[in-house]
């Protein structure tokens, strides 16, 4: 069939096509009427755009090990001819098409920065072998640690700056080039840190809060306006907005600023306050375990705003939506 792909019968594909359905001119001439009339009035003239409601494509089968080799055998061949690592690891990004589960994804990525940079310390640790000397500064001083230690910090952010640029690329709305300005901020201030963790000078230091301090209040911003939808000055819910899952509004305001102190848990990785004899590593663990508690808030907001409100354009059902207001079953 057509428009399942999928293989039919001969003897059902010949009673198909001698239905009067299938052989009508009348029929014919309707179906086309109603597809220019779909077209015209709920796609704004845009035929490309109907044909995707109309008549969708099928998922062919899968050919991921096919595929999957052949990126890696662009990657090698790319690499071998000089090309930088970081050119060619634009190129996946870039090629695909990016969903909701794809950039959800990548964001839980990035809250995962702390728990990757402790991991590689303590694979450092133990396969140099300074677990025998008790030497914690070793992996600290070595320039491939200090390198991987960027890479780290830098490829989840990489990431998702390149599906923005992808969806940029595909629907051409600005606000994706806006977010992807958002994490271009976060990349320059982890690469800032990591510098000022080996330089320990004050200018760094000045450069990694102006640097973290500007990605921080980029971030809330889109957490609450563009993420969760809030700060609707005009809504019927002062400061939130008009739709709302959760009856308690105190509880949004609560999430907003558990948010907002947990977005300046920074201040403690460049900082190292020591909370009495609390070592600063022992609160720096803390802090990064928390992470997990403002993802995961930001995680319900992000989907309840995209649920209420289809935000993010990804609405969970295939239904075109009618250009008609909804009548009460009270009315």
């Known amino acids: 069939m057509q428009v399942t792909s999928k293989q039919a019968l001969p003897i059902y594909l010949k009673v198909v096509e001698s239905s009067y359905f299938n052989s009508s001119d009348k029929v014919m ?6 597809e220019e009339m779909f077209i015209k009035h709920f796609a704004d003239d845009d035929r490309r755009k109907a044909m995707k409601y109309l008549k969708p494509t099928q998922r062919e089968e899968s050919h991921a090990v096919t595929f999957f080799i052949g990126v890696l055998f662009v990657h090698l061949s790319l690499v071998a001819k000089g090309y ?4 060619v690891q634009a190129i996946p990004a870039l090629l695909l098409l990016v969903v909701m589960l794809d950039f959800f994804m990548a964001d839980q990525l990035c ?3 702390p728990m990757l940079r402790n ?3 303590v694979a450092c640790y133990y396969i140099t072998g300074s677990f025998k000397t008790q030497d914690y500064g070793y992996c600290m001083r070595s320039k491939h640690y200090r390198d991987l230690a960027y890479a780290v910090s830098f490829l989840p952010y990489y990431w998702r700056a390149m599906q923005c ?3 940029w690329f595909d629907e051409g709305q600005t606000s994706h080039l806006v977010n992807l300005g958002k994490y271009v901020s976060a990349m320059l201030a982890a690469g800032a840190k990591v510098v000022y963790e080996k330089e320990k000078s004050m200018g760094w230091l000045c450069l990694v809060v102006a640097m973290s301090s500007t990605a921080t209040v980029y971030q809330l911003y889109w957490d609450f306006v563009k993420d969760w939808g809030l700060l609707q000055f005009h809504s019927k819910n002062p400061w939130l907005r008009n739709e709302l899952m959760l009856r308690q509004k105190f509880i949004y305001f609560f999430s907003m600023g ?3 102190v947990l977005r ?3 201040l403690q990785t460049v900082l190292h306050y020591s909370f009495g004899r609390v070592d600063y590593r022992v609160t720096g663990l803390f802090l990064a375990a928390l992470e997990v508690i403002r993802r995961g808030q930001w995680n319900f907001y992000r989907l309840e705003n995209e649920h209420l409100n289809n935000a993010g354009k990804f609405r969970a059902v295939k239904t075109v939506p009618l250009p008609f207001h909804e009548v009460d079953e009270q009315d």
Do not use: C, F, G, I
């Not at 001439?29 to 109603?34: A, G, I, P, R």
């Not at 930088?84 to 050119?87: D, M, R």
């Open 84 to 87: 930088s690592y970081a050119q």
């Open 111 to 113: 809250s995962q920065v």
């Open 165 to 167: 640029a992808r969806r």
């Open 119 to 121: 991991l590689e310390y």
């Open 264 to 266: 300046l848990a920074w």
């Open 258 to 260: 558990l948010n907002l």
């Open 29 to 34: 001439k309707l179906s086309d009427e109603v």
